[in-house]
């Protein structure tokens, strides 16, 4: 190692000369720490002022076991802030008449991504109007 | 790194050493048990690594398992059990450590209830495996650190760039380990706004820099008189701060963490869990 003076002390000595390598390490570091600040930077300034957009897409449907019928859907929140404890709730309609409701809770939807997450109902929900929507979110 | 020359007498009087008392062997294992204790009972009595033991995808458990292996022969050929001479030893040592690690969480989450003889046999080998590994680290630390004042020797050889670069991931990784299953990084991170971010980067490096180099603790390294500060800035604190970031960005993703989260909240992420990384490298840098 073509490393610092060879001081024999407790604590280690940082000298001038160095190998060419830890010049080249601390160079592509200096790099990757001044992109992250940039790419950081231009995010603050971006998304000042945002909220959460929320999406929901339903992917498919399959029966289960028990009889039931599972939805799967994803949430994806186009916004620049993160949702909180989203309630989803999927309503299984005939005209009016509301014949199913279930709800689950998404702990986060962070901004921009996508969670999924599957609604399970009794009844077939081919033979119904099925809507699916995020009813609110906190701040987290 | 030690030279062939002074290694193999070192190496033979260390064999004798141990061949002619096995009770300083017990010894040594007892300083590993505690180290596995003092070091992984904070995520022995964490509820996330209790789920992560089942919930966790094994392959990703696979992958932190055998990487943990040459990490522990790294460490132990660095501080070691002993002052540890060949790659042989070091490798034995490690094992041992990884031994110590696996039997500590089993006894452990037996006593917290947390394994039972119903459970599923993924579910128990999950959770003791997801354990062993901050508790084999503890038990090489602590075997070295909890030790008399021989070891002190190793203090003074000048360590060479590449093995300080490693002790700066090994003390990132413990503390992430700590803290990367718990939720409130991504909480932490979700309520942060980019501009907290850069303060917790600025924080981050400005703490590691100072830790290493100003505020002189014993142990601390010191800048020849020529030596501008920022030489020591971008040779060593800069990687060692991108280091601490890998590391976070590797426990997130291995505690899966990150998944379905897109570039910046992930990056907001790591970079939160970066800064106990970066206190945890500069540590390493005093004390191992």
Same mark, same amino acid.
């Given at each position: ?47 000042? *002022? ?7 897409? #339903?992917?498919? +449907?399959?029966? @289960?076991?028990?009889?039931?019928? $599972?939805? !799967? ?16 709730? *999927? ?7 509301? #014949?199913?409701? +279930?709800?689950? @809770?998404?702990?986060?939807?962070? $901004?921009? !991504? ?27 | ?288």
């Amino acid at each position: 190692m073509a490393d610092a003076t060879p001081v024999k002390s407790n604590s280690r000595t940082v000298g001038r000369g160095a190998h060419w390598i830890e010049w080249l390490t601390g160079g592509i570091c200096t790099l990757l720490v001044a992109a992250m600040i940039g790419w950081i930077t231009y995010h603050a300034i971006v998304s000042s *002022g945002g909220m959460p957009q929320l999406a929901v897409q #339903i992917l498919g +449907q399959q029966p @289960t076991p028990g009889g039931g019928y $599972a939805v !799967s859907f994803t949430i994806e929140n186009k916004g620049l802030r993160t949702a909180a404890s989203v309630p989803v709730k *999927g309503d299984l309609m005939d005209g009016d008449t509301v #014949i199913e409701t +279930q709800e689950i @809770t998404f702990d986060y939807v962070p $901004a921009q !991504s996508a969670a999924t997450g599957t609604l399970l109902f009794r009844s077939d929900p081919a033979a119904h109007d099925l809507h699916i929507g995020a009813s609110g979110y906190t701040d987290p | 790194m030690q030279k062939a020359g002074a290694a193999g007498s070192r190496d033979d009087d260390d064999r004798s050493k141990e061949t002619a008392t096995p009770a300083k062997f017990l010894v040594g294992i007892g300083r590993g048990v505690g180290g596995a204790l003092l070091f992984a009972l904070p995520m022995q009595m964490t509820m996330e690594m209790w789920a992560l033991g089942f919930t966790m995808d094994s392959w990703r458990l696979v992958l932190l398992l055998v990487l943990a292996i040459p990490l522990l022969v790294g460490i132990s050929h660095r501080i070691g059990f002993e002052e540890t001479f060949s790659w042989k030893v070091a490798v034995r040592d490690a094992m041992i450590a990884y031994g110590i690690g696996i039997v500590t969480s089993a006894v452990m989450l037996s006593l917290f209830k947390l394994l039972m003889a119903g459970m599923p046999p993924e579910e128990i080998t999950g959770k003791i495996a997801v354990q062993a590994i901050p508790a084999s680290i503890g038990a090489l630390l602590g075997r070295s650190q909890l030790g008399s004042g021989k070891d002190d020797t190793g203090d003074e050889q000048q360590s060479s760039y590449g093995s300080e670069l490693f002790m700066m991931a090994v003390g990132a990784l413990f503390l992430n380990l700590n803290m990367a299953p718990t939720e409130e990084m991504i909480l932490i991170a979700y309520k942060m706004t980019p501009w907290h971010a850069l303060a917790t980067i600025v924080m981050s490096i400005t703490l590691m820099h100072a830790f290493v180099y100003a505020v002189s603790f014993k142990g601390g390294h010191e800048l020849s008189s020529d030596t501008p500060w920022w030489h020591a800035f971008i040779r060593f604190t800069l990687p060692g701060y991108v280091i601490a970031l890998i590391i976070s960005l590797y426990a997130l993703w291995s505690f899966e963490r990150l998944d379905g989260g897109s570039f910046t909240p992930a990056m907001m992420a790591m970079i939160v869990l970066a800064f106990p990384g970066a206190i945890g490298a500069a540590a390493a840098r005093l004390i191992l």
